[in-house]
């Protein structure tokens, strides 16, 4: 996912932090 805009940059990174956290505990949950 490549962001064009800037400003938008700090609030992806954080969503996709987000989202990689979620995806980690649902991993271990599986797991």
């Keep these: 996912m490549?962001?064009?805009d800037v400003s938008d940059k700090?609030?992806?990174m954080?969503?996709?932090a987000r989202l990689h956290?979620?995806?980690c505990r649902l991993?271990?949950?599986i797991c």
């Design 2 to 4: 490549v962001s064009h």
């Design 10 to 12: 700090t609030p992806g």
């Design 14 to 16: 954080l969503l996709v």
């Design 21 to 23: 956290v979620d995806l």
């Design 27 to 29: 991993a271990s949950a």
